[in-house]
Each structure stands twice: as structure tokens, then as C-alpha cells.
């Protein structure tokens, strides 16, 4: 099992930033791929980005440009650089992993609350 703790969400004004982390633990060999996610009132959850161990990167067409994933391998860590938000960004944003290159991401964290003002 994988256990995924984000941290760093929070209320912003439109165009501030914020910056997510989450940490992995437990058998972190099946994190290759992590990634992250939202969920807004009323939709449902959408991919935001996600990056391989090999440090690759894809985004939502949404939020290039303006957020950056990363991660430190050695601490398990994954980042989210959100800046210059929208009060659409506005969700609950969740850390996702998964081992392999196919299928669905098999472990989530709780979410934490990114709140955007306008």
C-alpha cells in the first residue's frame, strides 16, 4: 500500500499563488506515476498534471503555463507550483500514484482545499 498526505492548500486572491505538496510513503516503488487532480462543486474530478520518475511532465491544456509539477524522488515528494490563479482553479485538489504507465491511478490522497477569490 501507498499512503499519499497532501499539504499547502489554502484561499488566494485571483493571480496569487500556492504551492501543494505530497508525500508518499509505504511501498513508494509504486510511484512512478504521480500526479495530481480536481474537483470542483458540482463536476467531476479532472486530471491537472502529473510527472514520471524520470522527472517527464503533461498537463491540462487549463493550467500550462501557469502551474509546474515536480518532484524530489529521494523524499517520495511530489509539487504542485500553481501560480497566477484563477477563481476557476478553485476545487479540491487531490495527489494520485500509480506504478505502471496504463491504467488508473490506484492511490489517492484525501484532498486539500484550494480556494481562489476574484
Known amino acids: 500500500q501507498v499512503q499519499l498526505a497532501e499539504s499547502g492548500g489554502g484561499l488566494v486572491q485571483a493571480g496569487g499563488s500556492l504551492r501543494l505538496s505530497c508525500a508518499a510513503s509505504?511501498?513508494?516503488?509504486?510511484?512512478?506515476?504521480m500526479g495530481w487532480f480536481r474537483q470542483a462543486p458540482g463536476k467531476e474530478r479532472e486530471f491537472v498534471a502529473t510527472?514520471?520518475?524520470?522527472?517527464?511532465?503533461y498537463y491540462a491544456d487549463s493550467v500550462k503555463g501557469r502551474f509546474t509539477i515536480s518532484r524530489d524522488n529521494a523524499k517520495n515528494t511530489v509539487f504542485l507550483q500553481m501560480n497566477s490563479l484563477k477563481p476557476e482553479d478553485t476545487a479540491v485538489y487531490y495527489c494520485a500514484a500509480r506504478g505502471g504507465a496504463v491504467g488508473p491511478y490506484e492511490y489517492w490522497g484525501q484532498g486539500t482545499q484550494v480556494t481562489v477569490s476574484s
Open positions: 509505504g511501498r513508494t516503488f509504486s510511484t512512478n506515476y
Open positions: 510527472t514520471i520518475r524520470d522527472g517527464s511532465t
